[in-house]
C-alpha cells in the first residue's frame, strides 16, 4: 500500500515530525534494532474502505533525538 493523501502534518501518536508514513492493509514485521534510517515507527490503525488499515509513521534519528526515552504521556518509549 501506498502512503495516503490525508495524512497530518504531525505523527498522531507521539505528536512529533515524521518523514514518511505507509499503509498496510496486511501483515507487517519492524525490526528498529540496528536501523540507520529511523529510529522509531508509531502505528496508527485507522479504517479504511475495504477494512481496517495500519498507518507506519516513520521518524527517523534527528525527529526522535537523543535524549532520554519518552513522549508526553509516557505513550512512547
Known sequence: MGAPDDAPAECPV???????????????????????????ICFEPVDGDDGPLLRFYHHNHEQVGTGKPGTPGGRVP
Open 14 to 40: 507521539c505528536h512529533t515530525d515524521y518523514e514518511s508514513v505507509s499503509v498496510h492493509d496486511e501483515g507487517v514485521a519492524v525490526n528498529l534494532l540496528e536501523n540507520e534510517r529511523y529510529r522509531r
